[in-house]
């Protein structure tokens, strides 16, 4: 265990381990996948990449889950606060998250406000990439589970996810009552308060 050690010891409570995830959210990891996280946990130098850039490191679920699987999740607080109007987009089934570490970015890309879905791209270095919808609700649900604190609270992000009409949805307002799913305004959107979400690669 010496390497969930190290990263705790790194990240402190921006580390959401397997037994944070087990202790919180009642899933069950095999011995297997334990050690697979074991072996595949990023070196001591990422982690204080992570640690010095505001991204945090999250386990992903112990199988594939799509983004309505994650909102039952036993112990997840968050939920869609208004009507879902996206109950029957493509996106809901075929984006999941699973087994993994997520090095997640817990603010939005740095200047990509006010700047369309082109322009906020251009802004990722070649070692990062825009999470899908499902991933950026499991890293902030589970954070929201086992710290006990928000994050992404006051703006909304866009993730790699399509809706229906080609547009990316976005994801934002994290808090006790929820939090919101859209996509009204378009890859050519500039609103003042929608940023990018990013997750660093491997």
């Known amino acids: 265990m010496y390497k969930f050690?190290?990263?705790?010891?790194?990240?402190?409570?921006?580390?959401?381990?397997?037994?944070?995830?087990?202790?919180?959210?009642?899933?069950?990891y095999t011995t297997e996948q334990i050690d697979y996280l074991k072996d595949t946990i990023?070196?001591?130098?990422?982690?204080?990449?992570?640690?010095?850039n505001n991204f945090m490191l999250c386990v992903g679920p112990n199988k594939p889950l799509s983004l309505f699987e994650v909102q039952l999740v036993e112990g997840n607080t968050c939920s869609q606060k208004y009507e879902v109007w996206y109950a029957n987009e493509p996106f809901t089934k075929?984006?999941?998250?699973?087994i993994g570490w997520i090095m997640f970015?817990?603010?939005?890309?740095?200047?990509?406000?006010?700047?369309?879905?082109?322009?906020?791209?251009?802004?990722?270095?070649?070692?990062?990439?825009?999470?899908?919808?499902?991933?950026v609700v499991w890293c902030v649900s589970s954070y929201i589970a086992v710290r006990k604190k928000y994050?992404?609270?006051?703006?909304?992000?866009?993730?790699s996810s399509l809706a229906s009409d080609g547009g990316h949805v976005?994801?934002?307002?994290?808090?006790?009552?929820?939090?919101?799913i859209g996509n009204w305004c378009g890859d050519e959107g500039r609103p003042d308060g929608m940023g990018l979400s990013v997750i660093r690669k491997f």
């Open 42 to 52: 990023p070196s001591t130098e990422i982690l204080e990449w992570c640690r010095e």
């Open 94 to 98: 075929k984006d999941k998250v699973g």
């Open 151 to 159: 994050i992404l609270q006051n703006m909304f992000v866009r993730t």
């Open 5 to 28: 050690g190290m990263a705790l010891d790194i990240l402190g409570d921006d580390f959401i381990s397997h037994i944070d995830i087990q202790k919180y959210q009642e899933i069950i």
């Open 105 to 135: 970015s817990k603010n939005a890309v740095r200047d990509s406000t006010s700047k369309s879905w082109t322009e906020q791209q251009s802004l990722l270095a070649d070692y990062e990439v825009t999470p899908s919808l499902v991933e």
């Open 170 to 180: 976005y994801v934002g307002n994290f808090n006790e009552k929820g939090f919101d």
